[in-house]
C-alpha cells in the first residue's frame, strides 16, 4: 500500500480550505435538467447538480435542491416533472436556465430552447434534448441532520413513467451513452466535464455479482 499524508477534516467544524472539497469529491456527477408546471400552468426548467437514479423497477430518478425553489414547488402543486439530458452542444442553454428570473417567467423561450408537450405528464420536454424522462412524484423529503433536526434541503423523488431516446443513440438494442456525449459538474463553480467514446473503457462484472432481473422489464 502506498503511504499518503491526508487532509482530514470535519464538516461540523469547517473543512479548512479554500473550497468546499463535497461536490468535487463527488464527482461529476450528472446534472438534472428538470422542467417542471405550476399549479397555474406556468413552466418552468432548471439545472440541478445533485441528480442521479435510485431504483430500476419501478424506475425511480430524483433531484435535490438546497432551497425551495420553483422545481421543488412545481412538483409539489402537481406531482409531475420531467428530466432532460444535458449534451455538450446544449451546454451554454443548460446554463442560461439557471438565471434568477422572475417568479412565474418561462426559461424555455429565454435559453432559445423549444418546449414539447409531454405524453404522460403536463410538462414539456426540451426539444433539443437527445433524451427524456417523464415522472410522476412518489415522495419530497427534507433532509435533516444528526441531531434530527430539519435542514434547508429537499430530494424530490419520481417514477419514471415515459421515456425519450433519440433513435441514433440505440445500437443492436443499448443505449450508446457516450456517442451523446453528455456534460457532467465536476468540483469547481464552473467547472464540467464531457463523457466521450474514447474516455469509455470497459470492467467484466463478476460472474453472479448482478442479474438482468434486477434490471427491470425489458
Not at 435510485?54 to 430518478?61: E, G, M, S
Not at 435535490?64 to 439530458?85: H, M, P, R
Request: proline share 6%; aromatic share 10%.
Amino acid at each position: 500500500m502506498t503511504v499518503r499524508e491526508f487532509h482530514y477534516y470535519e464538516p461540523a467544524k469547517g473543512h479548512g480550505l479554500s473550497h468546499n472539497p463535497l461536490n468535487a469529491l463527488v464527482a461529476p456527477r450528472p446534472i438534472g435538467w428538470i422542467s417542471s408546471r405550476d399549479a397555474q400552468g406556468r413552466v418552468n426548467l432548471a439545472p440541478y447538480s445533485f441528480f442521479n437514479a435510485f431504483n430500476y423497477d419501478p424506475p425511480i430518478i430524483g433531484f435535490s435542491s438546497i432551497a425551495w425553489k420553483d422545481s421543488v414547488q412545481n412538483a409539489s402543486e402537481t406531482g409531475e416533472f420531467t428530466w432532460n439530458l444535458v449534451t455538450r452542444e446544449l451546454g451554454d442553454q443548460m446554463n442560461q436556465t439557471s438565471a434568477p428570473l422572475p417568479h412565474g417567467e418561462d426559461e424555455f423561450p429565454f435559453a432559445g430552447l423549444t418546449a414539447v408537450a409531454g405524453r404522460m405528464v403536463n410538462v414539456p420536454r426540451v426539444g433539443e434534448s437527445r433524451a427524456a424522462m417523464e415522472c410522476k412524484v412518489i415522495d419530497i423529503v427534507q433532509f435533516r441532520n444528526t441531531a434530527g433536526e430539519k435542514v434547508g434541503g429537499w430530494l424530490v423523488l419520481g417514477e419514471v413513467v415515459g421515456v425519450y431516446i433519440d433513435m441514433a443513440l440505440l445500437k443492436d438494442g443499448v443505449y450508446q451513452t457516450a456517442e451523446a456525449y453528455p456534460i457532467m459538474r465536476s468540483g469547481g463553480l464552473n467547472d464540467y466535464v464531457q463523457v466521450s467514446p474514447e474516455n469509455v473503457f470497459q470492467i467484466a462484472r463478476l460472474a453472479g455479482a448482478s442479474s438482468p432481473s434486477s434490471h427491470g422489464k425489458g
